[in-house]
Nanobody, 114 residues
Framework: VQVVESGGDLVQPGGSLRLSCAVS????????MGWYRQAPGKERELVAR??????TNYADSVESRFTISGGGVNTVYLQMNSLRPEDTAVYYC??????????WGQGTQVTVSS
């Protein structure tokens, strides 16, 4: 089972990006999937999470700017609007898959800079 992220890029402050995360190799639907991020010198933190039932939760710092959504079987997206320099980080996707546990992706770099 693998988790693969994509969509990271360099973007100017105020811009938008959409990150994608897909799980391959599993016939089971996820229980929950989420996005974490880690900036240089900082601990990894939860950004957003979605359950199989569609319930979502967000970090206070991204509430109203970021939206997590399901895109099909074992696929989620993170729409990021009004990006700020402090959003710069490596973004990691995590999938909670029955019988497999927590599976992390390798991360995708998001850089917000002018």
């Amino acid at each position: 089972v693998q988790v693969v992220e994509s969509g990271g890029d360099l973007v100017q402050p105020g811009g938008s990006l959409r990150l994608s995360c897909a799980v391959s190799g599993s016939t089971y639907t996820f229980n929950a999937m989420g996005w974490y991020r880690q900036a240089p010198g900082k601990e990894r933190e939860l950004v957003a999470r979605i359950t199989a039932g569609g319930a979502t939760n967000y970090a206070d710092s991204v509430e109203s700017r970021f939206t997590i959504s399901g895109g099909g079987v074992n696929t989620v997206y993170l729409q990021m609007n009004s990006l700020r320099p402090e959003d710069t980080a490596v973004y990691y996707c995590i999938a909670q898959i029955p019988f497999y546990g927590d599976i992390w992706g390798q991360g995708t770099q998001v850089t917000v800079s002018s």
